[in-house]
């Protein structure tokens, strides 16, 4: 019944990834390995099985056979159309044990008991340095690599995190988010807006 109900409740204990079956969980596994005999003759990425190589191959292709029913987005894997139609219903069919919180993916409800568990399985190679998430430590790594992907269209600038991007627009934009409560000074970035109300507190 999974394959039509689209329910997978196994997650891999590394990444999150879920899967319908257990033994799928167990051979998933294996990419987590060293172990990683199938080759992409396109970019030389290698994987531990066939299949997942095939699935890789379609990043190269752009091949997208699926499609949303309802809006027409086209996906790669029947999968992703699955995990899309959440997009529409709003389904939010994962919860979690210790708060209640939903969510409509299962990988984001692993994602998320993190939080309770303070679990940080993924970590840096350089430092040892450990994430709760992959993406954290994708950007953490940036720190090393020098690496800026994200340029400022009004200047030279770059940043290594879309955040610092943000915060740095607001030079242009003049945009000041941070307000103080007390006297309503208004300031481009939190950490201004807290020495700033250090003054009320020696005026005190």
Do not use: W
């Not at 005999?37 to 056979?65: D, V």
């Not at 995190?161 to 300031?187: D, F, N, Q, W």
């Not at 201004?192 to 507190?201: A, D, G, I, N, Q």
């Amino acid at each position: 019944m999974r394959t039509h109900t689209g329910e997978k409740p196994f997650p891999c204990s590394v990444c999150g990834t879920t899967f319908s079956r257990k033994e799928h969980v167990e051979s998933h596994m294996k990419i987590h390995g060293r172990e990683k005999p199938f080759s992409c003759a396109t970019c030389g990425k290698t994987f531990s099985q066939k299949p997942y190589l095939i699935s890789h191959m379609k990043t190269h292709t752009g091949e997208k056979t699926f499609s949303c029913s309802l809006c027409g987005k086209t996906f790669s894997h029947k999968s992703h159309v699955v995990s899309h139609m959440r997009t529409h219903t709003g389904e939010k069919p994962f919860q979690c044990s210790t708060c209640g919180k939903r969510f409509a993916h299962k990988s984001h409800e692993v994602k998320h008991m993190r939080t309770h568990t303070g679990e940080k399985p993924f970590r840096c190679t350089v430092c040892g340095k450990t994430f709760s998430r992959n993406d954290y430590m994708s950007s953490h790594m940036r720190v090393h690599t020098g690496e800026k992907p994200y340029g400022c269209l009004l200047c030279t600038k770059a940043f290594s995190l879309k955040s610092h991007l943000v915060t740095h627009m607001r030079i242009h934009t003049g945009e000041k988010p941070y307000s103080c409560a007390i006297c309503g000074e208004s300031y481009a970035h939190k950490n201004s807006l807290t020495v700033h109300m250090r003054t009320h507190k020696k005026g005190q």
